[in-house]
Nanobody
C-alpha cells in the first residue's frame, strides 16, 4: 500500500506562482509514474501532468503547457508541480497519483492505483 501526501495549496492572487508537492510514506516512488490531476467545482477530474520516477519523461495537458512544470527530487522523495501566472481557471482541488501506466494511458485516471487526499488551490482576482 502506497500512501501519497499532496500539499502546497492555498488561496493566491491571480498572477502568482505556486508549488505543490507530492510525497510518499515510503520515501520513494520506485518504478511508478507520478501524475497530477485536478478537479474544479462542477467539472470532471482532468489530467494535468505526469513524470516517471525512474527514468525520463514528462507529459502535460495541452491546456497547461508553458505555465505548469512537473519535476522530481529523488533526494527528498518528492514530486513537484510548479504553476506560474495562476488564473481563476486554475481554481481546483489538485490530486497527485501514482501508478504504472504505459505511454498511451499516462493521461488516464484509470492507470493510477494510488491517490493523495487532494490539496485545494483557490485563485482570487
Amino acid at each position: 500500500q502506497v500512501q501519497l501526501i499532496d500539499a502546497g495549496g492555498g488561496v493566491v492572487q491571480a498572477g502568482d506562482s505556486l508549488r505543490l508537492s507530492c510525497s510518499t510514506s515510503g520515501g520513494t516512488f520506485g518504478d511508478y509514474a507520478v501524475a497530477w490531476f485536478r478537479q474544479a467545482p462542477g467539472k470532471e477530474r482532468e489530467f494535468v501532468a505526469a513524470i516517471r520516477w525512474s527514468g525520463g519523461g514528462t507529459w502535460y495537458a495541452d491546456s497547461v503547457k508553458g505555465r505548469f512544470s512537473i519535476s522530481k527530487d529523488r533526494a527528498r522523495g518528492a514530486v513537484y508541480l510548479n504553476i506560474d501566472n495562476l488564473n481563476s481557471e486554475d481554481t481546483a482541488t489538485y490530486y497527485c497519483a501514482a501508478g504504472r501506466p504505459i505511454v498511451s494511458t499516462i493521461r488516464s485516471m484509470r492507470a493510477y492505483y494510488y491517490w493523495g487526499q487532494g490539496t485545494q488551490v483557490t485563485v482570487s482576482s
